[in-house]
């Protein structure tokens, strides 16, 4: 089968008018990825070398975002919607190519996995004609039936048309399926629109295939794979089973999740074995963890490098840019963006490190800020191997930090710091003896004043 060439019709023209939403229904996000990119990837995973893309609603912001995720998929507009069989039709260009497989999908079916795609193309391999996927539901009601006899599928059964014995057939129709290459044009013609909303099915293909000896096949998918996401409920649902899996995943490739289900992985999130993730962590696109890690509790990070054995949180926000690398720590209530934090250095409490290199070894105080924006540009603070800002140190960018430097707790560095040099940047302390309780007395005085002035 890897010699087959395939073409896979994603049908994406749908208004998702119960999704109660200006934004067309498949560029909802799973995971951090629309729907439809999810399906782009199953059919690439399961062998697609064509990718064709029928959109209708909110036809121009899905060709800007399919450049995104499917940079090679071609698009085709359903002027009109008028059934499931026309959609496919409007790629007909792209079927007339002459693939040797057609796979039809619908981009919000994000859960279809590359395996059950496969599995219909094979069907094809050994001579089918057609392959439809269906799946069993724990309820069945409302969806069709697929009708089989003798180990072929005969006919797709609407509910509403099914006898009794009919409706009490578990196995349905997810709407999915692989047609050959060689039959699919002339078998769409053939699809008619005889029916109570004059529209033109793609299931009738089933019958017409049947009708002239071909041979018409039914593969199963989980009733997870098959799940169509109509409203935000569902999408919610859809989201729960996806992490599901991924936490699945993770931990089964030897990475630690103390409370699996509080975890959140994005699409892309990459984890290497023995690291350690403590709950109600959040992670966003475009995560890399080696291995060894321990991310604590309640960080949210995106965009972020973690090199083998940092160690991150609790309650840390990585953003993009930050890059640690190996046995880095960045603790409680810190954040890092566009910032290196290398090797062993430590960020550990209350600091903002933003346009930033903090070299090996160094130690950020608590407290500690970058100043690295003027409200109309950012600027670059480089902090040396060895270096040590004491706490509540505020360092003003553009400025360096030499290796070895030191700077005394409570400074505003503006100016760059030679290598092993002390630096403070501070007011002298005065103490005026007896003064505090003066203080105090006055505060009190006029507190007492305007209580009962207000009696």
Known sequence: MSQRSCLSVILAAGEGTRMKSAMPKVLHAIAGLPLVAHVVKAAEAAGATGLALVIGHGAEEMRKAAQKFAPRVETFVQEKRLGTAHAVLAAREA?????????????DTPLIDAEALGAARQKLAEGA??????????NPTGYGRLIEKDGRLVAIREEKDCSEAEKKIGFCNAGMMAVAGKHALRLL??????????EFYLTDIVEIASAEGLD????????????????????????????????????????????PETIYFSHDTEIGADTIVEP????????????????RAFSHIEGAAIASNCDVGPFARLRP??????????GNFCEVKQATIEEGAKVNHLTYIG?????????????????????YSKFFTDIGEGAFVGSNSSLVAPVTIGKGGYVASGSVITESVPDDALAFGRARQKTLPGKGKELRERFASAATAKKKAAE
């Open 95 to 107: 079927i007339s190519k002459g693939y040797d497989d057609i796979l039809v999908m619908f981009g």
């Open 129 to 138: 004609a057609v392959a439809v996927i269906g799946f069993r539901p724990p």
């Open 189 to 198: 013609d053939k699809v008619g629109n005889n029916n109570a909303k004059g």
């Open 216 to 259: 018409v096949v039914a593969t199963e998918a989980s009733f997870e794979s098959a799940l169509g996401i109509n409203n935000r409920a569902e999408l919610a649902e859809a989201e729960a089973i996806w992490q599901a899996r991924r936490r699945r995943e993770a931990m089964l490739s030897g990475v630690t999740l103390i409370a």
């Open 280 to 295: 109600n962590v959040w992670f966003g696109p475009g995560v890399k963890i080696a291995s060894g890690a321990r991310i």
């Open 321 to 330: 840019g930050a890059d640690l690398k190996q046995k880095a720590k960045v």
């Open 355 to 375: 346009d930033a290199r903090v070299g090996a070894a160094a130690n950020i105080g608590a407290g500690t800020i970058t100043c690295n924006y003027d409200g």
